[in-house]
């Protein structure tokens, strides 16, 4: 029998150089469109942390976890929203189970 929710964590680095502003907006949006189609559990903000290696010749980056639970077809979406959104460093979704 297939399973109705699971368990997903996703763990996202955004850029700096924009701002604080561009920072928030973007936590915000993935935030805003995670709760639209599941469950969110928990909001982790790391803040802006030493990256371990330059990414787009940037140095610094802010890091946010996000705990959901959610039907198995929207953790493949939320990849796709991610890779083509602008501002985001790396990213990566998944299943805690």
């Known amino acids: ?29 993935f935030k805003d469109l995670i709760e639209s189609n599941a469950e969110l559990t928990n909001v982790d903000e790391w803040g802006k942390r030493k990256l ?8 610094e980056g802010y890091y946010v976890i996000f705990n959901f639970e959610s039907k198995p077809d ?8 991610l890779n083509i959104t602008d501002g985001v460093l790396r990213s990566i979704v998944i299943s805690k189970e």
């Open 52 to 59: 371990a290696y330059d990414i787009n010749y940037e140095s």
């Open 74 to 81: 929207f953790p493949a979406e939320l990849t796709r929203v």
């Open 1 to 29: 029998m297939a399973k109705l929710k699971g368990s997903y964590e996703s763990m996202i680095v955004l850029s700096v150089k924009d701002g604080d502003e561009a920072v928030a907006a973007l936590v915000q949006k």
